[in-house]
């Protein structure tokens, strides 16, 4: 696991990536900057690291998840339920996603963020 942390305006929010050769091309492309998406308590933007959908790939997430969606090239940030979320309220990708990590501490504080924001995201000192 590789500590990252992931900024956005007054927000900023301590991550772990996994082990994972997905993982690993992203942190490779760290420090990264990019505008933000949202959709439901969902943060994405484009890092602009291809990579193919792995076996681990799946749609459905926790709060807290970090993942990568390929046909986006982009970096997921879950921390509550999406439009296509179940009546359960976890998040759910729009289509299947890898994990590569978890936000650690509060992953609720992402909510300030705002469609059009930037977000940073660098390796933790």
Excluded: H
């Amino acid at each position: 696991m590789t500590r990252v942390e992931i900024k956005s305006g007054s927000v900023t929010v301590q991550a772990e990536l996994n082990d994972s050769a997905c993982a690993a091309k992203i942190l490779d492309a760290l420090p990264l900057t990019a505008t933000a998406s949202t959709w439901g308590d969902e943060i994405y933007f484009d890092i602009g690291v291809p990579f193919k959908l792995a076996q681990s790939a799946r749609d459905r997430m926790e709060v807290g998840e970090i993942a990568y969606w390929p046909p986006g090239k982009a970096l997921c940030l879950f921390f509550g339920p999406t439009p296509v979320s179940d009546a359960d309220g976890k998040p759910r990708a729009a289509s299947p996603v890898i994990p590569v990590g978890r936000i650690l501490g509060s992953p609720q504080l992402l909510k300030s963020v705002q469609d059009g924001d930037q977000i940073t995201v660098g390796r933790a000192e």
